[in-house]
């Protein structure tokens, strides 16, 4: 075991500091790797506050890692020291269940072992400790390349903003000529404008705040509606094939399903921490609309959303933070005041 510098919360209310968590030696099939950059998501303050359940303290968050390999196991294959990986949401799943077998880890039938905070049921049961630290080590078949040329902190939160948009966008196939909308224009909804835009969609962008208008039209927005205003909902009814949701606050989306027209779906990616209004089955019933939830992406998908991203110059728009603002930068995250996405600086731990 090795011990190294990490930013950890102790308790539900005590927030982020200075702290150590071990890492494992590299076993046959693990890549140990320095840590460059971790992005930070919304779900780390939910979690860390025990808003998603009570958590398992100490803990270290992040789960949007980029780094360069300092050590490969010896049967590992396709990553060698010196290069720029990445990791996600997860290390580890069963392997055997159908939706692993069909690259789909993030569906694990017994569950997927999330980055930090988790059971590691395959290294003896420890809780998993994420990427506010300065190294992590992580099976071979949970690790990403990022490709030469992407700039390392912009590429930090791809791993989860932008495969979390990326999967339903592949999953709808949406394709040239197709009319997607974005509900919120944060974190994930950013990734969500830029994607569905570089795959040919004209993009709608429903935002309460009139005044992200200008900036939904800065990162590629076709159309913005400002949602509070009944008569721009109005006018935008039946208008759409695919909506993304990826507001995570409590909001009714009978309104946005009015906006699709028939055979529509709506997924939702924001996970509010108390209950949403009920759905009118009818609005479901009248077009044969579809209402869903989708969840980051898996691994091959992953590495299929970093090439695309490549193809296409997509990044995060980023503000690269220290590790002594963690606290201000996730009070700055709740109050909706970053564009669009912090990332650590794990240099700074």
């Not at 030696?25 to 950059?37: L, Q, S, Y």
């Not at 949007?64 to 990791?87: A, P």
């Not at 939160?157 to 990326?166: D, K, S």
């Not at 044969?288 to 989708?294: F, H, I, K, T, W």
Request: aromatic letters at 6%; glycine letters at 12%; one cysteine or more.
């Amino acid at each position: 075991m090795t011990n190294v510098k990490a930013y950890a919360a102790v308790s539900a209310t005590s927030g982020l500091g200075p702290s150590t968590v071990e890492r494992r030696e590299p076993g046959a099939h693990d890549v140990a790797i320095d840590i460059e950059f971790c992005g930070l998501c919304h779900s780390d303050v939910h979690t860390i506050r025990s808003e998603w359940g009570q958590a398992k303290y100490p803990l270290v968050p992040g789960h949007e890692i980029v780094g360069v390999v300092s050590r490969v196991g010896d049967s590992v294959e396709g990553f060698t020291v010196g290069q720029r990986v990445g990791v996600g949401c997860m290390v580890d799943s069963c392997r055997e269940c159908e939706s692993c077998l069909e690259g789909l880890e993030q569906y694990c039938e017994a569950g997927n072992v999330g980055t930090y905070g988790a059971v590691d049921r395959r290294n003896g049961g420890v809780i998993t400790q994420g990427g506010y630290s300065q190294s992590i080590v992580v099976d071979e078949n949970y690790v990403v390349h990022i490709p030469e040329g992407m700039d390392p902190a912009a590429a930090a939160p791809l791993l989860c903003a932008g495969i979390t948009t990326y999967s339903p966008l592949r999953y709808l196939d949406v394709q040239e000529g197709d009319k997607v909308g974005v509900i919120g224009l944060g974190g994930l909804g950013h990734m969500a404008v830029k994607i569905a835009k570089a795959l040919g969609a004209t993009v709608t962008v429903f935002t309460t705040s009139p005044s992200k208008s200008a900036d939904a039209v800065a990162l590629g927005a076709d159309h913005v509606v400002i949602s509070s205003d009944p008569e721009a909902m109005a006018a935008a009814k039946g208008s759409l094939n695919a909506i993304i949701d990826t507001v995570a606050a409590v909001h009714d989306i009978n309104a946005y399903l009015r906006t699709l027209e028939r055979d529509g779906a709506l997924i939702q990616l924001g996970l509010p921490s108390e209950k949403m209004p009920p759905v009118e089955p009818g609005l479901l019933i009248r077009k044969r609309l579809a209402y869903g939830g989708s969840v980051i992406g898996g691994i091959a998908e992953t590495q299929e959303m970093l090439d695309f991203c490549s193809e296409h110059g997509l990044l995060s728009d980023i503000e690269i933070v220290s590790a002594t603002e963690l606290d201000a930068a996730y009070e700055r995250m709740i109050a909706g005041d970053v564009k669009y996405r912090f990332v650590l600086d794990v240099s700074t731990l």
